[in-house]
């Protein structure tokens, strides 16, 4: 039982670095420019955060938080210094996602918490 207890340890919010931080937006562009089928990458975001772009009844059903995993349903990622946008296929849909990096509350690459805000 303790093993599982050290491994779990780092996966935690605590013991992440802040999404905020100017090093963990950096390590988010770089990760996400990578994003493909072989290597997932999930991210919850702040849909009210200013810049964030969803459609309206995405923002209806997620008025808060929503988080996407980019493995197998997008397409048209396009990744900027400060933001990323993206094509999602949703239940036959295709929605038009823009996230700027300050709206980013978690952030994960393959099963690994890179950062979190908590």
């Not at 210094?81 to 952030?107: M, N």
């Amino acid at each position: 039982m303790l093993l599982f207890l050290v491994i779990l340890i780092p996966a935690s919010p605590a013991f992440a670095e802040p999404c905020s931080k100017p090093a963990a937006r950096s390590k988010i562009a770089e990760t996400l420019r990578l994003a493909s089928e072989q290597r997932p990458v999930n991210l919850t975001f702040r849909t009210g955060a200013d810049g964030v772009k969803l459609s309206i009844g995405l923002k209806s059903k997620y008025p808060d938080d929503m988080t996407i995993i980019l493995q197998n349903d997008f397409e048209q990622l396009n990744v900027r210094d400060d933001r990323f946008d993206v094509l999602l296929r949703l239940r036959g849909a295709r929605e038009r996602v823009t996230v700027p990096f300050h709206a980013i509350k978690s952030f994960w690459d393959k099963s690994e918490l890179k950062c979190s805000d908590g």
